[in-house]
């Protein structure tokens, strides 16, 4: 394992930190979590040399904090650092704040969290927290020893991130990023922003949920063509580490062979560890990717609301990705939603007040008769 700098907060974390929101529920196909798996992955990830779990109050139906708890009795508390995150659905004022946060450490078998982050904090929410005194909160919870780090988890576009960065004094922030992101939220912006305050910076959806550790034809090709073979999932992974901004790069893992695939991946991965025919083939591959896309919508959603209610952003949205990752339309989540609200493209009348608004001047009317024959 390869362990990285968080400079600023004396730390050396393990490149790879494990993931905690995607354990598997039982062979029974309950959705429960299947507790000692889970902790078997959670130690045997650990006794590889993974110091960094990330949790959060919410996930696995709130049953994750529990499993980790549990994981790390018998001396392994002392050889991770956790990352959990507060619900800010679930608070609302200093008392809920406290309550929540007792809770966490209650579940998580501790007298304090390492890295405590607002989830999937936005720019609204940050002026309501602060509001609300949550700043106050963190200092007054780190002067108590209850957590150690002020952090927060963003999914919002870059504009926000770099504001609520830009707004407190924050230890670490964790953003979406993967070679396929690079200009999708934070992105690669907010990647270098950090970098130049020397905030530590945590990766989430490094193969963008395990969509990228398959790869289409087309992707698949250049990756057989280069002379070091290596799997979609290793070329995803040393392509983040070879930035020097990222500190940990999480992974979900809920298979034993996927800790130990990955545990070998991050021992051979350091900043500055690509060489430019390597920088190439992923600039080719994130070439290759967007060759599949569809329809060149930039989700602007000028064109909404449609008259008629079809969620066209939506429908384009998901036509694309299942298109650029080879998904089952049936898995998507998107498109049941869009279906279950009776938001598809059946619903179009082909009015063409969409077409009037679109700034790229899109067939929509057409794409989406396309978009929906493929997609129903
Ligand atoms: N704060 C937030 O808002 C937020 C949001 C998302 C995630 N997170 C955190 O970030 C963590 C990482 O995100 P993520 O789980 O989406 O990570 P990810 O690495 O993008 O995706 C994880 C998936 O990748 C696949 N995978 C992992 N290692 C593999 C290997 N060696 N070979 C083949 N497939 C492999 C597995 O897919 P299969 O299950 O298909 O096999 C796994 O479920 C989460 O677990 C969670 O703790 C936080």
Redo the contacts with the bound molecule.
């Keep these: 394992m390869k362990y990285r700098s968080m400079k600023k907060l004396g730390l050396k974390p393990s490149a790879f930190g494990l ?4 354990f598997n529920g039982d062979a029974s196909g309950d959705s429960t979590i299947d507790e000692q798996k889970a902790i078997a992955l959670i130690r045997h990830a650990v006794d590889g040399g993974v110091n960094y779990l ?3 109050y919410t ?1 696995l139906n709130k049953t994750s904090e529990i499993v980790v708890g549990k994981a790390l009795r018998d001396g392994y508390r002392e050889k991770v650092t956790i990352a959990t ?1 507060m619900p800010l659905g679930a608070v609302k004022d200093r008392s809920s704040m406290e309550a929540v946060l007792a809770e966490q450490l209650r579940k998580l078998q501790t007298d304090h969290i390492d890295f405590y ?1 607002m ?2 904090l936005d720019r609204k929410e940050w002026e309501a927290f602060k509001a609300i005194g949550a700043p106050e909160f963190f200092e007054d919870m780190k002067r108590e020893g209850k957590i150690r780090f002020k952090c927060f ?1 963003f ?1 919002g576009p870059y504009e926000d991130f770099e504001y609520i960065l830009n707004d407190y004094d924050w230890d670490m922030v ?1 953003i ?1 990023y ?1 070679f396929m992101d690079v200009d999708n939220q934070a992105g690669t912006r907010g990647l270098k922003l950090a970098g130049e305050k020397g905030i530590p910076v945590v990766i ?7 969509r990228l ?1 398959g790869a289409p034809e087309n992707v698949q090709a250049l990756y057989d063509a280069f002379p070091v073979k290596r ?1 979609p ?1 290793e070329w995803a992974f040393r392509w983040l580490c070879n930035h020097p901004e990222v500190s940990v790069v ?6 034993k062979e ?1 800790i130990d ?2 545990l070998r ?1 991050f021992d051979t991965v350091q900043a500055g560890v690509m060489d430019a025919d390597e920088l190439r083939l992923m600039e080719n591959v994130q070439k290759a990717y967007h060759d599949r896309t569809k329809i060149g919508c930039t989700g602007c959603k000028y064109c909404m609301p449609c008259p008629n209610e079809v969620n066209i952003a939506g429908i384009f949205s998901a036509w694309n990705n299942i298109s650029l990752y080879c998904l089952d339309p049936a898995e998507d989540w998107g498109l049941k939603r869009i279906k279950e609200n009776n938001n598809g493209a059946n619903m179009c009348i082909g009015c063409g007040a969409c077409e009037a608004a679109c700034p790229q001047q899109l067939p929509i009317i057409e794409q989406l008769r396309n978009a929906w024959s493929e997609l129903k």
């Design positions: 993931g905690c929101m995607r990330d949790t959060a996930y995150k982050l989830h999937g988890s999914h964790q979406q993967n989430m959806e490094g193969l963008l949920g395990g550790s799997s999932v999480l992974s979900g893992c809920n298979e996927q695939d990955n991946i």
